[in-house]
């Protein structure tokens, strides 16, 4: 025996003395659960149909492919590209479609302090929210899903709500109860109204006396009122995403129409163009009132230079500002007397536009 | 009935000479497993799953004559996955040696045996298996890299350094192993 073979086999027998231990008792439990295992048919190895050598690969060494790390990488990647989708979808307003089937749909209205819907071509009526409320001012979202109403407490207290068109998923908005303020001929719809994009309700509303605007989230979640720094009544949504809200502002510069961003509450007539916000004005301003207006210098004065419209009974409601002249509301006497020495004319029923004889308009 | 015949039997569906054949061998595999793994639940884990996967796939087995050959690639295959696995969740704990003497009585054969217990532990998992497959399961090199599917010269160096580790751990007046292809089989 070679030295090679004798170390060999003192190696051999070295580990012959570390291996042994007690007989594998649980042969037995192998052999039950090969007993009820089938075995594999032949046809399904693929040696059986395919020419195939001794492959090596390396079992024990061979770094394993990080299958786990890069499926929890393509699990955050999916996460994120959600996120930012939902991010993005969420940042933008939803625009009800400028088209649509070109029909009449519902109308709402309040009988006997419940709400009902009724069809114009059928003259059927339909009953949505009924009870022992008194729930009064139905108004339809500009997508027709949807119906803010007011829930009178009493005689200056409500509540409003949001409904389904037919009256189901009511929402409270206001879970405090608060006082609508109406406009100048206490329409209801000049109270409230949903934003184009239906996630806000608008309230004009009044506190200590003062005309305020009010913002709902249109899911209940949240009131707050808009500070805009002076009275500010018969709010409005402005077209076309109600990212803006024009009101009439009584403040230091006097009343006129004012448009104020509901994010950033900065609410100001825009004097760099003056035009754009009036546009939306006449039907909302000029057009109903019953007086007339004349049109004045920013100052207040009258193209000639003298006052521009003496106190009288209801010349305290001058209206949207024009620059470089602002529009006010004066008694038809002095505007008959300024008409002596101002040439005036009669643009709307409501409005004068009067300028100096020989001057410009 | 000798290997061969019970082989094709068990390939052909029949448990009872299944059974007689890992009746046969389980001794042999467990040794090598607990050699490998150095853990004896884990061992028996292994065990378990190469002849579960034996069973289910014996009728890949082409030659009955490799059986043996081939239920100690399935074992081995197996201790790997098993190391692979305990790999992945053990806590590491470095043991720091203590001052206690060694026993002075201790006869060469203990010794050879606490030497050699001490290297496999330093060796890893593939290390351990191309010793076993070599010296205890008497494989050929050839065999051995066949099994573990690694070419035939990683196989001779990592015998090679795992030898030496022994060679330098024993007392170099007794030299267990010096020579990295001891058994004198064709490598």
């Known amino acids: 025996m070679t030295m090679q073979h004798r170390r060999s086999a003192e190696l051999e027998a070295t580990l012959v003395d570390l291996a042994r231990g007690p007989y594998p008792e649980y042969i037995d439990d192998v052999l039950a659960r090969t007993a009820r295992s089938r075995q594999r048919p032949t046809w399904t190895f693929p040696e059986r149909w395919l020419p195939m050598f001794g492959i090596a690969s390396e079992q024990a060494l061979a770094p394993r492919f990080p299958w786990r790390a890069i499926a929890i990488a393509l699990i955050v990647i999916a996460l994120m590209v959600v996120a930012v989708v939902a991010l993005i979808a969420g940042a933008q307003p939803r625009i009800p479609a400028p088209f649509g089937v070109a029909d009449n749909g519902l109308i709402a209205f309040e009988r006997g302090g419940d709400i009902y819907t009724a069809d114009p071509a059928t003259g059927v009526e339909r009953a949505i929210v009924t009870g022992s409320q008194t729930d009064a001012g139905p108004r339809f979202s500009l997508d027709g899903t949807r119906i803010v109403f007011e829930r009178k407490l009493d005689y200056v207290h409500s509540q409003l709500y949001l409904a389904r068109s037919d009256g189901t998923d009511l929402t409270l908005l206001t879970p405090e109860p608060l006082t609508l303020a109406a406009g100048d001929l206490g329409r209801a719809w000049e109270k409230y109204q949903l934003s184009p994009d239906g996630r806000t309700v608008l309230m004009a509303t009044e506190t200590s006396g003062v005309h305020t605007i009010t913002i709902a989230q249109a899911d209940g979640k949240g009131v707050r009122r808009l500070d805009v720094g002076m009275s500010a009544s018969e709010p409005s949504f402005r077209p076309p995403n109600g990212a803006e809200i024009l009101f009439i502002g009584d403040g230091e510069q006097g009343l006129g129409l004012f448009a104020v961003n509901i994010a950033t509450e900065k609410g100001q007539a825009d004097p760099a163009d003056p035009e754009r916000i009036w546009r939306g004005g006449p039907q909302l301003v000029a057009g109903r009132l019953p007086h007339r207006l004349l049109e004045v210098g920013r100052d207040g004065q009258r ?7 003496p106190l009288g009974r209801r010349d305290r409601r001058p209206r949207a500002p024009i620059a470089p002249r602002r529009r006010v509301e004066c008694p038809r006497d002095v505007v008959q007397r300024w008409q002596s020495d101002l040439h005036c004319s009669r643009v709307h029923p409501g409005l004068w536009r009067c300028a100096r004889r020989g001057g410009a308009g | 009935m ?33 050699l490998i793994l150095r853990d004896p639940e884990l061992a028996r884990d292994a065990v378990q799953e190469a002849l579960l996967r034996a069973w289910r796939d014996l009728r890949k087995l082409r030659d009955p004559a490799r059986f043996e050959a081939w239920l100690h690639r399935l074992t081995v295959n197996a201790c790997l996955d098993q190391a692979r696995r305990r790999r992945r969740w053990r806590i590491e704990v470095e043991l720091l040696e203590t001052d206690t003497p060694s026993i002075p009585d201790m006869s060469a054969a203990q010794a050879d045996r606490e030497v050699v217990d001490q290297v496999l532990r330093r060796l890893d998992e593939a290390g351990r298996a191309i010793v076993v497959l070599h010296y205890f399961l008497g494989m050929p090199l050839t065999d051995v890299a066949a099994t573990l599917g690694i070419p035939i010269g990683t196989v001779k160096s990592r015998l090679h350094r795992a030898l030496g580790e022994m060679r330098i751990a024993i007392d170099p007046e007794r030299t267990l192993v010096t020579s990295p292809v001891s058994r004198g089989q064709p490598a």
């Open chain 1, 303 to 309: 193209p000639d230079g003298q006052d521009a419209c």
């Open chain 2, 2 to 34: 000798d290997q061969q015949r019970l082989v094709e039997r068990a390939r052909e569906g029949d448990h009872d000479a299944f059974a007689e054949l890992a009746r046969a061998t389980v001794v042999r595999l467990d040794e090598a497993a607990r």
